[in-house]
C-alpha cells in the first residue's frame, strides 16, 4: 500500500532530497503537499514536476502570484498553510525539514491529527521537547528522526532492547576547525564556516556544525526523542562520519550505525519506515576502503557552545529554547558578516546568564522565550559589532 | 521468573564463563545440568560450588568414580549422557559448548525437545546446518548464537529488518600471524600460534584463528543460523575486534555491535535473550579511549583456509562436514607437533578433492562423511610429518 506524504521545507536540502526518494520509490509514495519558503522559483518546477495536490508559501503575496500560473491549484501561506498541510488527515506522513522554530507548529498539527512525522527539524524538539514528546505519546504518533545521528539511534534500538538502553553515543565529524586552533576560529570567514568536510547542508546547520552547536542541539533532541538523561549522552568526534551514533545497552553491548555520509538513506528510511527499501543512492559502504575510523573528545574550550548546550539541557525548563533562539539570531549575523564566529557562544552566555526560566509546558510559554532569546540577541548584536 | 539452564562443556572456556554469568544473575537462573569430557577435577569443584541436578562425562569410568564422591546424584555418560542432559524437558536453555561434533548429538536432543540452544559450538552448524536449522524452525527453537561475531549479527538484526538484509559483515582480528609472512607461517611454532592477540579461547579454535579458518567456519556458520547468500557473507580483517561484526541492508545501512573483546558479554547475551541484563563484566566500551579502529581485506594466498572454507559452503552437501573434520584432525596433529601450520590447509585441499559428497539432509549421511573425512586426514599426516 502506497504512503501519502507531505514535504514541509520542500525547496531546502532535506526537502529536495525527500523528493528524490518518493520519485525513486513511486510505487511506495503519493505526495499530498508541498511547503516553501521564499524560494518560489524552485517550488514552481517542484509543482510542475511533483504535482501535489496542495502548496503552502511563506507569505501571502508570492501565494497571489504563484495562484496566477497553477490557477487550479490549492494554495496556502504563512503558518497556517503549513498546519493544513502537515494536519491533513490524507497525510500518512509529514516530513517536517522547514528550518528554524516555524517547525514546531506544522509538527503540532500533525500530532494533533494522529499523523506520523518524519523530523528533519531540530528546533522543534530542543525548543518544545517535553510538550511534543507528550502530545506524541497521547496521540500514539511516531517521531521518526531524519538528522543522520538520530536516525542511527532510533535505527540501533530494536523493540526488544528499547528498555536495556545504558547510554547514547552521538558522534560528530567535528566540523571544519578541529584541526585548527581557537585563534583560526577567532578570523574565520563565513567561507571558511561553511566548508564542511564531511557533510552537505543548508548554511544555519553547517554553521552550527563549526561551533559544534549542532552536537549541543542534538544532544538536546535525543534527551526528548529516546528520553535519556543528559549524563548518559556522549558526544564523539569521528571525523571520518562512518559512524552515524550508537547505543550501549546495559550489558555492555554497543550497536552502531553506520554508511556512507549521505542524508538520502537517513531521509529515505524516515519515510518507509518501518521497511527498508532498496533506493537509487543506497550506496555501499566499505569499511575497507575506509581503511580506518579515528575517535576523540570534543574540545569543550575551543566548542562552548557544546557545553553550553548540555547546561541548558540540564537545567531544562525554557534555557533550551533560549539557547536556540540566541543561537538562530547569532548564527544570523555571523552570516551576515557582522559578529565573529567565536561571538556566537558569548552571546549564547549572556543571553542564557540573564533569562528567568519558565516551565516549558504549554506553548505560550515557549513562544515567549523563544522571543525573549531573539530580541535579547538582537540587542547584543552592537556590542559584538566587527568593526569594518 | 528464572530460567533453567544447563551447560554442556562446563570446564571449557566458554562453560567456565557461562558458570559466572549464571552465579552473577543467580536471581534469574536456575543450573540444571553439566557435562564436561575429561577434566573430572574441575567437575568436581564445580559440582561442589553449583550444586548442578545431574551431570554427565566423557566415559563410564570416570562417571564412575565421581558416584563414589557424590552418591546422591544422578551422574551419566557418554554421548546419551549429553542427550539427555541437554533433551530434558526441565531446561528452558541448553549451552551447547562442547567442543567438536559432539555437540551435534545434544543440540539435536534439545530441539527435538523444544528446548532453546545457545550454541557455542560452531562445529554442529557447520556439519549439520541444513538438518539443524530445519528441525528448529519446525520445532520452533530459538538458537541464539554465542560465538562473538554471531551473537553480533544476531544482536544486529531487529525483527522489523530482518527480510531486508543485503550482506553480512564477519569481522575477525587476523589472528597472530596477520602481520607476519609466509615464511614465518610455515615455521610457526605451536606457542607462536596459540598467542591469539585479542582472545582468550580454547587450543583448537585458537589455531583455527592463526589459520582463518575460524572465519570460514563462522561464514558457513552465519550461512545457516542467517539464511544468507555466500556471495553475501564478507570476511573484513579489523585488528583492534571492537566491531564484532555487522550487517548491511537493502538501503546501504549498515547495523554493527561492538564492544570490548570478552566472550562474557555474547554468553549472557544468548542465556538472557530477549532480556539484557548488567553483569559482573559488563565494562563499558570507549571509543576515545580505542581512538581508532582500521579494516582490511584478509590476504587468501597466506590463508588458504578462507578460501578453501567458502568453496566448499558453496560446493554444499556435504563438503563442509568434511571440511571441518579434515581441519579438526589437522589442528590436532599440528598441536600435537606432527605437522607444520601451513600444512592444515594442504590436508583439507586433498581431503576436499577426494571426497564424494552426499546429500547433507540426515544425520547418517553426516556422520559417515565426518568420519570419511578424519580417516582421510589421519592417513594423510605420515606425508606430511615433520621429520624430527
Chains 1, 2 share one sequence.
Not at 528524490?20 to 520509490?25: A, C, S, W
Not at 511534543?132 to 523493540?159: F, G, R, T, W
Not at 576560529?185 to 571558511?192: K, P, S
Not at 549542532?214 to 564523539?236: P, Q, R, T
Request: contains cysteine; aromatic residues 6%.
Amino acid at each position: 500500500m502506497r504512503k501519502t506524504v507531505s514535504i514541509l521545507g520542500s525547496t531546502g536540502s532535506i526537502g529536495k532530497q525527500a523528493l528524490n526518494v518518493i520519485t525513486d520509490l513511486s510505487d511506495k509514495f503519493n505526495l499530498f503537499g508541498l511547503a516553501a519558503g521564499a524560494n518560489i522559483e524552485a517550488l514552481k518546477e517542484q509543482i510542475i514536476k511533483h504535482k501535489p495536490k496542495i502548496v503552502s508559501v511563506q507569505d501571502e503575496k508570492a501565494a497571489l502570484e504563484l495562484k496566477k500560473e497553477f490557477p487550479k491549484l490549492e494554495i496556502l501561506f504563512g503558518r497556517e498553510g503549513l498546519e493544513q498541510i502537515a494536519g491533513n488527515k490524507q497525510n500518512d506522513i509529514a516530513l517536517i525539514a522547514v528550518s528554524g522554530t516555524a517547525g514546531l507548529y506544522p509538527t503540532i498539527a500533525a500530532i494533533n491529527n494522529n499523523i506520523n512525522v518524519a523530523l528533519a527539524n531540530k528546533e522543534t524538539l530542543v525548543s518544545a521537547g517535553s510538550l511534543v514528546m507528550k502530545l506524541a505519546k497521547e496521540k500514539k504518533v511516531n517521531i521518526i528522526p531524519v538528522d543522520s545521528e538520530h536516525s542511527a539511534i532510533y535505527q540501533c534500538i530494536s523493540n526488544k532492547d528499547k528498555d536495556f538502553i545504558k547510554k547514547l553515543i552521538i558522534t560528530g565529524s567535528g566540523g571544519p576547525f578541529r584541526t585548527r586552533t581557537l585563534k583560526d576560529m577567532q578570523n574565520a570567514t563565513v567561507a571558511q564556516a561553511l566548508a564542511h568536510p564531511k557533510w552537505s547542508m543548508g548554511s544555519k546547520i553547517t554553521i552550527d556544525s563549526a561551533t559544534l552547536m549542532n552536537k549541543g542541539l542534538e544532544v538536546i533532541e535525543a534527551h526528548w526523542l529516546f528520553n535519556i538523561d543528559y549524563k548518559d549522552i556522549n558526544v564523539v568526534i569521528h571525523p571520518q562520519s562512518i559512524i552515524h551514533s550508537a547505543v550501549e545497552f546495559v550489558d555492555g553491548s554497543v550497536i552502531a550505525q553506520m554508511g556512507i555520509p549521505s542524508m538520502h538513506i537517513p531521509i529515505q528510511y524516515a519515510l518507509t519506515y518501518p521497511q527498508r527499501c532498496k533506493g537509487i543512492e543506497s550506496e555501499t559502504l566499505s569499511l575497507t576502503q575506509v581503511s580506518r575510523l579515528d575517535f576523540e573528545e570534543p574540545d569543550l574550550n575551543k566548542f562552548p557552545c557544546l557545553k553550553l548546550a548540555y547546561q541548558s539541557g540540564k537545567s531544562g525548563q525554557t534555557y533550551p529554547t533560549v539557547l536556540n533562539a540566541l543561537n538562530e539570531v547569532a548564527v544570523e549575523e555571523f552570516l551576515n558578516t557582522q559578529i565573529k564566529l567565536t561571538d556566537i557562544p558569548n552571546i549564547v552566555e549572556e543571553g542564557l546568564n540573564k533569562h528567568n526560566p519558565m516551565p516549558a509546558n504549554d506553548l505560550n510559554a515557549i513562544i515567549a522565550a523563544d522571543k525573549w532569546g531573539r530580541d535579547f540577541a538582537k540587542n547584543l548584536i552592537n556590542k559584538y559589532l566587527i568593526k569594518k
